[in-house]
């Protein structure tokens, strides 16, 4: 059976739950920095858009990697491709409620 959108983007954004920052022991979806998740049918190809939590962060090469090995793991979909932005900066007011509490920044 043939997945929605919707199912495979919530599907890559369990993947994506499964990265971690390793200087945050938080999550890279809660912390705010996946920007965008498109699903593009037929082939239902994935493309997300991604920051990290500063320009010069040490995993800026590495991490869009991990979020893309991550992605390709949900069945159904056709090619990933991660894109790395900075604009806009990435603000901790990009974190989900969880993030904030888990790092006790409220």
């Not at 979020?67 to 990933?80: C, F, L, M, R």
Request: glycine letters at 2%.
């Amino acid at each position: 059976m043939m997945k929605s959108q919707a199912e495979i983007e919530a599907a890559v954004i369990e993947q994506i739950k499964e990265v971690f920052d390793p200087e945050i022991p938080v999550n890279i979806y809660d912390l705010g920095l996946i920007y965008e998740i498109q699903v593009y049918p037929p082939m239902n190809n994935v493309f997300i858009t991604m920051t990290v939590t500063a320009p010069n962060c040490p995993v800026a090469d590495t991490l869009p990697l991990e979020v893309q090995a991550a992605a390709e793991q949900v069945d159904g979909i056709g090619e990933v491709h991660v894109e790395m932005t900075f604009d806009p900066p990435w603000d901790k007011d990009f974190m989900s409620e969880e993030a904030k509490l888990e790092l006790d920044m409220f």
